[in-house]
C-alpha cells in the first residue's frame, strides 16, 4: 500500500509539472501571496481526518517558492459496541509538517494551476499499546476510553502539492490544493480549499 501511495504521488507531481510548465515570457511581474485553508486528510489510505495549512509563497517569472504549514489530524473514531458508545482515544494521532517547497506556475488573468515539491519537517504522535479501557455509563448512553502508549516521532518528508487558484481580485482569491506527503514513519494525502491574500494579478 505504502509503494502505490508513493506511485500516486509521483503520477500527481508528474502530470500537474507538464500542465504548469510554461508559463508566459513577457509577465516579468512579482506575485507574492498568504493562503490559509481547511481540508480533509488520509493517511496511507486508511486513517481519514481533518487538515488545516497555511503558505506564504512567491512567484517570479514560471518559478513558485512556497514555505508552507500544515497540520493532519485523525476524525473522531465514532461508536463502539452493541451499545453504540462514545469512542474516545488517547493520545489523539496528529502530523505536523513545515516545509520549503519550490514549483512552477502557470496563469492567465483569473487562474494560476501550479505544482511544488520539496523537502519538510515533520513531527507527530502515534499511539503504541493498549494501557487502559474504561466504560462510563449516563443516563442518555456510554463512552467508552482507551488510553494508549504515547509514541512521538519526528523525521522528514518529501512534499508534492497541486493547486488551482482562482484570482477573484488583485488582493484575494480562492485556491483549491491537492496536497501529499512520503515519509518513514507516516505517508498521508489530502484537500484544502483555502483563500489568498497578496499580490495576485
Not at 158 to 167: A, E
Request: charged letters at 20%; glycine letters at 12%.
Amino acid at each position: 500500500m505504502h509503494k502505490l501511495f508513493v506511485l500516486f504521488l509521483s503520477i500527481m507531481l508528474s502530470g500537474a509539472c507538464v500542465l504548469a510548465w510554461e508559463t508566459p515570457k513577457d509577465d516579468d511581474r512579482l506575485y507574492y501571496w498568504c493562503m490559509g485553508g481547511f481540508g480533509t486528510t488520509a493517511q496511507e489510505w486508511s486513517k481519514i481526518g481533518t487538515a488545516a495549512g497555511m503558505e506564504i509563497g512567491v512567484q517570479s517569472h514560471a518559478h513558485i517558492f512556497l514555505f508552507r504549514w500544515n497540520q493532519n489530524n485523525e476524525a473522531d473514531p465514532g461508536t463502539v459496541g452493541e451499545e453504540a458508545y462514545d469512542l474516545h482515544r488517547t493520545p489523539e494521532e496528529d502530523i505536523n509538517e513545515v516545509g520549503l517547497l519550490y514549483g512552477r506556475g502557470w496563469r492567465n488573468d483569473l487562474f494560476v494551476l501550479s505544482a511544488a515539491a520539496g523537502v519538510t519537517y515533520i513531527s507527530g504522535m502515534r499511539r503504541g499499546d493498549l494501557i487502559q479501557q474504561t466504560t462510563q455509563v449516563h443516563y442518555d448512553g456510554g463512552t467508552v476510553i482507551e488510553k494508549y502508549e504515547e509514541r512521538p516521532f519526528e523525521t522528514v518528508g518529501l512534499p508534492v502539492i497541486v493547486q488551482i487558484s482562482f484570482q477573484a481580485l488583485e488582493v484575494f482569491g480562492f485556491a483549491v490544493e491537492l496536497f501529499g506527503n512520503a515519509n518513514p514513519e507516516r505517508s498521508y494525502m489530502g484537500a484544502l480549499l483555502g483563500i489568498q491574500f497578496g499580490h495576485l494579478r
